[in-house]
Every structure is written in structure tokens, then in C-alpha cells.
């Protein structure tokens, strides 16, 4: 079955460590998106991707790099620099570049710093 | 900027009472709004979309919502509510265009809770 993985479900960093989030695609979509969902605030969103070797800063990108070297993976790096990375973390897929295409999402990477 | 304001942050029903979630949104142009659900733990389920059409969007699980253009408002209902409704949903909008790409703006979400 097609659809989205993320790796792994959670999550442990001590604080100052950069961390990397897997995310893997077998739908054949072109873009790719990284959302952080914290309580009350839904989802926003750090980085996206429209097509390979290209990639856009979302509302909230400080602290956070992406790659996009294959179609199907899109990884986001926690850096040490962002202040609250404690957080729910969903990778999403779309099968064009606009006309909102709806999103497909994974599961979810849950990030506990300490 | 385009925003999206969900009222209610937890709504609790009874199990087979009817429901309605509201969404109000902020967009210049024509909206591309969406409506998901997210159950503990997991990604987020489209539940319906609208582009464009008949205002009133039929979706799965017997969901349905109706766009009001003249109240910026795309208000999710359900007739009659399963225990397994219980859920976090979120309304969503969207720009449109080459230059937006996919990009979505949620709401904060509402937690629905069903009593038995």
C-alpha cells in the first residue's frame, strides 16, 4: 500500500544535540511539507518541498533544515538552535505543486528534549 | 495573510446527538478549505474538501459541511455521532496558485469527546 513513514514514532535528544526525522514517500508525489503540531495551536508549518533540490522555508523555519535529494525522502533537521523543539512532528505529501491537491500525511514523529 | 479561527477548543456530545464543529476563515479570493481528523497519535485524515460548486461537501464518515461566503464560514456537522468520532479536527485553507504551492493554514483544532 502506498502512503507516508515517518521514523521513528518518538523521540529522545538531550538538549544541544541536532536530530534528524526520517520521512519516506511511495506515492510518487512531487511536494513535500514538515508541520509542527503543538496543543491549541495546530499545525504550522517549517519547510516545504515543491520538487527534488528545491525547498522553501515555511512560518517557522528557524532552528530547522531540510534536504530533498530524492523524490520519495524529504528529512528535517532539529538543530541545536531551535529554542523549543519539544514537539509533534507530521511529514506531509501532495501529488502536485498547487491547486491544492489535498495533503497526505504520515503518523508522526513525537521529539522529547530534555 | 490568510488565517483560520476554530471557536470552540473542546465540544462534548452525546453518543447519536448531532454535531457541529465551526470554522471561520480570513482570505482575499476564493478559498480552498479543508477539513481533517486526527486521531491520538496519528497524522491527519481528510474528512472533505471544497474548490468550488455546490456549497454543501459531502465526505467520509458521514460528515458533511456547508461554505457560507457571505459569513467566511466552512462549519463541519454530522448528524448523529459514533463513539469512534471522538477526535481532533481541524479546518484548513488554502491559497491556490503555482506561487502558494500546497501550503495549508490550520486552525487550532477542536477535541470532540462523546459521551456514552
Known amino acids: 500500500d502506498g502512503g507516508i513513514t515517518q521514523s521513528p514514532k518518538y523521540l529522545f535528544r538531550k538538549e544541544g544535540q541536532n536530530v534528524t526525522l526520517s520521512c519516506e514517500q511511495n506515492?510518487?508525489?512531487?511536494?513535500m511539507y514538515w508541520y509542527r503540531q503543538d496543543p491549541g495551536q495546530g499545525l504550522r508549518l517549517i519547510y516545504y518541498?515543491?520538487?527534488?533540490?528545491?525547498?522553501q522555508k515555511g512560518d517557522i523555519a528557524e532552528g530547522y533544515s531540510v534536504s530533498r535529494e530524492k523524490k520519495e525522502s524529504f528529512p528535517l533537521t532539529v538543530t541545536s538552535a531551535q529554542k523549543n523543539p519539544t514537539a509533534f512532528y507530521l511529514c506531509?505529501?501532495?501529488?502536485?505543486?498547487?491547486?491544492?491537491?489535498?495533503?497526505?500525511f504520515g503518523n508522526g514523529t513525537r521529539l522529547t528534549v530534555t | 495573510a490568510q488565517s483560520v479561527t476554530q471557536p470552540d477548543i473542546h465540544i462534548t456530545v452525546s453518543e447519536g446527538a448531532s454535531l457541529e464543529l465551526r470554522c471561520n476563515y480570513s482570505?482575499?479570493?476564493?478559498?480552498?478549505l479543508f477539513w481533517y481528523v486526527q486521531s491520538p497519535g496519528q497524522g491527519l485524515q481528510l474528512l472533505l474538501k471544497?474548490?468550488?460548486?455546490?456549497?454543501l461537501v459531502q465526505g467520509i464518515k458521514g460528515f458533511e459541511a456547508e461554505f457560507k461566503r457571505s459569513q467566511s464560514s466552512f462549519n463541519l456537522r454530522k448528524p448523529s455521532v459514533h463513539w469512534s468520532d471522538a477526535a481532533e479536527y481541524f479546518c484548513?485553507?488554502?491559497?491556490?496558485?503555482?506561487?502558494?504551492?500546497?501550503?495549508?493554514?490550520f486552525g487550532g483544532g477542536t477535541r470532540v469527546l462523546v459521551k456514552p
Open positions: 506531509a505529501s501532495s501529488s502536485t505543486r498547487w491547486n491544492n491537491s489535498p495533503l497526505h
Open positions: 506515492l510518487n508525489h512531487d511536494a
Open positions: 518541498s515543491q520538487i527534488v533540490n528545491d525547498f
Open positions: 482570505y482575499g479570493a476564493t478559498p480552498y
Open positions: 471544497y474548490f468550488s460548486g455546490d456549497t
Open positions: 484548513a485553507v488554502g491559497a491556490g496558485g503555482e506561487a502558494a504551492g500546497n501550503k495549508l493554514t
